[in-house]
Protein backbone atom coordinates (compact mmCIF):
# COMPACT_ATOMS: atom_id res chain seq x y z
CA UNK A 1 0.00 0.00 0.00
CA UNK A 2 1.54 2.83 -0.93
CA UNK A 3 1.43 5.96 1.22
CA UNK A 4 1.42 9.60 0.20
CA UNK A 5 2.84 10.47 -2.61
CA UNK A 6 4.19 13.33 -3.95
CA UNK A 7 5.64 15.10 -6.99
CA UNK A 8 8.15 16.37 -8.04
CA UNK A 9 10.61 15.83 -5.34
CA UNK A 10 12.84 18.53 -6.23
CA UNK A 11 11.51 21.73 -8.37
CA UNK A 12 13.26 25.05 -9.63
CA UNK A 13 11.86 27.74 -10.47
CA UNK A 14 12.50 31.69 -11.39
CA UNK A 15 10.56 34.66 -9.10
CA UNK A 16 7.39 35.20 -11.23
CA UNK A 17 6.83 32.52 -12.80
CA UNK A 18 3.57 29.80 -11.26
CA UNK A 19 4.56 26.56 -10.06
CA UNK A 20 1.88 23.36 -9.35
CA UNK A 21 2.50 20.57 -6.98
CA UNK A 22 0.72 17.28 -6.74
CA UNK A 23 -0.75 15.14 -4.76
CA UNK A 24 -1.59 11.42 -4.37
CA UNK A 25 -3.41 10.46 -0.74
CA UNK A 26 -2.59 7.19 0.90
CA UNK A 27 -5.26 4.48 -0.01
CA UNK A 28 -8.45 5.15 1.55
CA UNK A 29 -7.88 8.62 2.39
CA UNK A 30 -10.23 11.58 1.38
CA UNK A 31 -9.29 14.28 3.13
CA UNK A 32 -5.77 16.46 1.89
CA UNK A 33 -4.18 19.21 3.44
CA UNK A 34 -0.68 21.21 2.42
CA UNK A 35 1.84 22.74 4.30
CA UNK A 36 4.96 24.65 4.00
CA UNK A 37 8.06 24.11 5.97
CA UNK A 38 10.62 26.81 5.83
CA UNK A 39 14.05 25.48 6.52
CA UNK A 40 14.48 25.40 10.66
CA UNK A 41 11.02 25.56 11.22
CA UNK A 42 7.87 23.62 11.76
CA UNK A 43 5.22 23.02 8.97
CA UNK A 44 2.48 25.84 8.65
CA UNK A 45 -0.64 25.15 7.34
CA UNK A 46 -1.90 26.54 3.75
CA UNK A 47 -4.99 24.62 3.55
CA UNK A 48 -7.25 21.89 3.54
CA UNK A 49 -9.48 19.77 1.14
CA UNK A 50 -12.52 17.81 1.36
CA UNK A 51 -14.96 16.67 -0.78
CA UNK A 52 -13.80 18.55 -3.64
CA UNK A 53 -13.63 21.70 -1.40
CA UNK A 54 -11.71 23.97 0.11
CA UNK A 55 -12.55 23.76 3.71
CA UNK A 56 -9.88 25.24 5.78
CA UNK A 57 -7.52 28.02 4.98
CA UNK A 58 -4.22 29.15 6.86
CA UNK A 59 -2.90 32.89 6.62
CA UNK A 60 -1.50 32.25 3.18
CA UNK A 61 -1.86 35.02 -0.14
CA UNK A 62 -4.16 34.19 -2.36
CA UNK A 63 -1.39 33.51 -4.74
CA UNK A 64 -1.86 30.09 -3.31
CA UNK A 65 -4.53 28.18 -4.09
CA UNK A 66 -5.63 24.11 -4.90
CA UNK A 67 -7.69 21.74 -6.23
CA UNK A 68 -8.92 18.39 -5.39
CA UNK A 69 -9.82 15.94 -7.84
CA UNK A 70 -12.77 13.24 -7.65
CA UNK A 71 -9.88 10.79 -6.76
CA UNK A 72 -9.24 12.48 -3.51
CA UNK A 73 -5.83 13.75 -5.24
CA UNK A 74 -4.57 17.51 -5.18
CA UNK A 75 -2.78 19.55 -6.58
CA UNK A 76 -0.85 22.98 -5.17
CA UNK A 77 -0.94 26.05 -7.32
CA UNK A 78 1.09 29.15 -6.10
CA UNK A 79 1.81 31.92 -8.69
CA UNK A 80 3.84 34.90 -9.17
CA UNK A 81 6.44 33.06 -6.97
CA UNK A 82 8.69 35.04 -4.58
CA UNK A 83 12.19 34.08 -3.33
CA UNK A 84 10.18 33.13 -0.23
CA UNK A 85 8.30 30.60 -1.12
CA UNK A 86 11.50 28.79 -1.47
CA UNK A 87 10.60 25.70 1.10
CA UNK A 88 9.33 22.27 1.19
CA UNK A 89 6.01 21.99 0.42
CA UNK A 90 4.51 18.72 2.56
CA UNK A 91 1.16 17.07 1.87
CA UNK A 92 -0.56 15.32 4.68
CA UNK A 93 -4.33 13.18 4.31
CA UNK A 94 -6.52 11.33 6.64
CA UNK A 95 -9.27 9.37 6.31
CA UNK A 96 -12.78 10.10 7.20
CA UNK A 97 -13.10 13.68 6.80
CA UNK A 98 -11.47 17.31 8.15
CA UNK A 99 -12.43 16.41 11.78
CA UNK A 100 -9.82 13.60 11.59
CA UNK A 101 -5.92 14.97 12.57
CA UNK A 102 -4.19 12.15 12.62
CA UNK A 103 -2.41 12.74 9.35
CA UNK A 104 0.28 10.47 7.04
CA UNK A 105 2.60 13.07 5.41
CA UNK A 106 4.34 12.70 1.90
CA UNK A 107 7.77 13.14 1.99
CA UNK A 108 7.52 16.69 0.03
CA UNK A 109 8.32 18.73 -2.29
CA UNK A 110 11.58 20.95 -2.29
CA UNK A 111 10.81 23.91 -4.03
CA UNK A 112 13.56 26.74 -4.75
CA UNK A 113 12.92 30.33 -6.18
CA UNK A 114 15.67 32.05 -7.93
CA UNK B 1 -2.37 34.34 16.54
CA UNK B 2 -1.89 30.71 18.03
CA UNK B 3 1.86 30.02 19.00
CA UNK B 4 3.52 26.85 20.06
CA UNK B 5 6.40 26.88 21.84
CA UNK B 6 8.65 24.06 21.96
CA UNK B 7 11.75 23.60 24.88
CA UNK B 8 14.56 22.98 24.55
CA UNK B 9 15.31 23.71 21.13
CA UNK B 10 17.72 21.07 20.72
CA UNK B 11 19.58 18.25 23.19
CA UNK B 12 22.80 15.95 22.96
CA UNK B 13 22.54 12.73 25.09
CA UNK B 14 24.27 9.67 25.46
CA UNK B 15 22.51 6.49 24.08
CA UNK B 16 20.68 4.63 26.86
CA UNK B 17 19.61 8.00 28.36
CA UNK B 18 15.86 9.00 29.11
CA UNK B 19 14.86 12.72 27.06
CA UNK B 20 12.15 14.86 27.72
CA UNK B 21 10.92 17.78 25.82
CA UNK B 22 8.14 19.54 26.08
CA UNK B 23 5.40 22.03 24.63
CA UNK B 24 3.53 24.84 25.63
CA UNK B 25 0.78 27.22 23.91
CA UNK B 26 -0.89 30.45 24.86
CA UNK B 27 -4.05 29.21 24.47
CA UNK B 28 -6.44 26.35 25.62
CA UNK B 29 -5.87 23.36 23.09
CA UNK B 30 -8.22 20.19 22.82
CA UNK B 31 -5.82 18.06 20.59
CA UNK B 32 -2.07 17.52 21.15
CA UNK B 33 -0.21 15.33 18.83
CA UNK B 34 3.53 14.65 18.65
CA UNK B 35 5.29 14.15 15.33
CA UNK B 36 9.03 13.31 14.35
CA UNK B 37 10.79 14.06 11.06
CA UNK B 38 13.83 12.40 9.82
CA UNK B 39 15.53 13.96 7.50
CA UNK B 40 14.68 14.74 3.89
CA UNK B 41 11.30 12.93 5.14
CA UNK B 42 7.66 14.16 5.94
CA UNK B 43 6.83 14.71 9.58
CA UNK B 44 5.41 11.16 11.00
CA UNK B 45 2.70 10.95 13.46
CA UNK B 46 4.16 9.66 17.39
CA UNK B 47 1.22 10.06 19.47
CA UNK B 48 -2.11 11.36 19.69
CA UNK B 49 -3.72 13.10 22.42
CA UNK B 50 -7.45 13.88 22.96
CA UNK B 51 -8.07 14.45 27.04
CA UNK B 52 -6.65 16.25 29.61
CA UNK B 53 -4.34 14.53 31.54
CA UNK B 54 -4.04 11.74 29.32
CA UNK B 55 -1.08 9.66 29.35
CA UNK B 56 -0.18 7.54 25.95
CA UNK B 57 2.61 5.57 25.43
CA UNK B 58 3.78 4.15 21.80
CA UNK B 59 6.98 1.51 22.74
CA UNK B 60 9.65 3.87 24.39
CA UNK B 61 7.77 7.01 23.83
CA UNK B 62 5.19 9.06 26.41
CA UNK B 63 3.71 12.05 25.64
CA UNK B 64 0.81 13.48 28.06
CA UNK B 65 -1.92 15.83 27.15
CA UNK B 66 -1.50 18.57 29.95
CA UNK B 67 -4.08 19.07 33.03
CA UNK B 68 -4.31 22.99 32.08
CA UNK B 69 -4.25 22.04 28.39
CA UNK B 70 -1.85 24.30 27.33
CA UNK B 71 0.78 22.30 27.44
CA UNK B 72 2.26 18.80 26.49
CA UNK B 73 5.29 16.59 27.31
CA UNK B 74 7.12 13.84 25.42
CA UNK B 75 9.73 11.45 26.71
CA UNK B 76 11.43 9.25 25.48
CA UNK B 77 13.31 6.04 27.56
CA UNK B 78 16.59 4.40 26.35
CA UNK B 79 16.83 6.69 23.66
CA UNK B 80 19.10 5.02 20.69
CA UNK B 81 20.46 6.09 17.37
CA UNK B 82 17.36 6.15 15.31
CA UNK B 83 15.47 7.99 17.73
CA UNK B 84 17.88 11.20 15.96
CA UNK B 85 15.46 13.88 14.13
CA UNK B 86 13.47 16.82 14.63
CA UNK B 87 10.06 16.29 16.87
CA UNK B 88 7.52 18.60 16.40
CA UNK B 89 4.40 18.60 18.41
CA UNK B 90 1.13 20.18 16.98
CA UNK B 91 -2.17 20.95 18.13
CA UNK B 92 -5.57 22.49 17.83
CA UNK B 93 -7.71 24.46 19.65
CA UNK B 94 -10.99 22.79 18.43
CA UNK B 95 -11.61 19.96 16.25
CA UNK B 96 -12.60 22.76 13.30
CA UNK B 97 -9.09 24.31 13.24
CA UNK B 98 -6.79 24.16 11.63
CA UNK B 99 -3.44 22.27 13.06
CA UNK B 100 -0.70 24.47 14.51
CA UNK B 101 3.26 23.32 14.31
CA UNK B 102 5.98 24.24 16.99
CA UNK B 103 8.97 24.77 15.71
CA UNK B 104 10.30 21.41 17.22
CA UNK B 105 13.33 20.04 19.14
CA UNK B 106 15.97 18.85 17.54
CA UNK B 107 17.24 15.67 19.16
CA UNK B 108 21.18 14.43 18.65
CA UNK B 109 22.10 10.52 20.17
CA UNK B 110 25.64 10.08 21.05
CA UNK B 111 26.29 6.37 20.24
Known amino acids: DAGVTQSPTHLIKTRGQQVTLRCSPK?????VSWYQQALGQGPQFIFQ???????QRGNFPDRFSGHQFPNYSSELNVNALLLGDSALYLC?????????????FGQGTRLTVV | GQQLNQSPQSMFIQEGEDVSMNCTSS?????WLWYKQDPGEGPVLLIA?????ELTSNGRLTAQFGITRKDSFLNISASIPSDVGIYFC???????????FGPGTSLSVIP
Open chain 1, 49 to 55: YYEEEER
Open chain 2, 27 to 31: SIFNT
Open chain 1, 92 to 104: ASSPGGPLNTEAF
Open chain 2, 90 to 100: AGLETSYDKVI
Open chain 2, 49 to 53: LYKAG
Open chain 1, 27 to 31: SGHDT
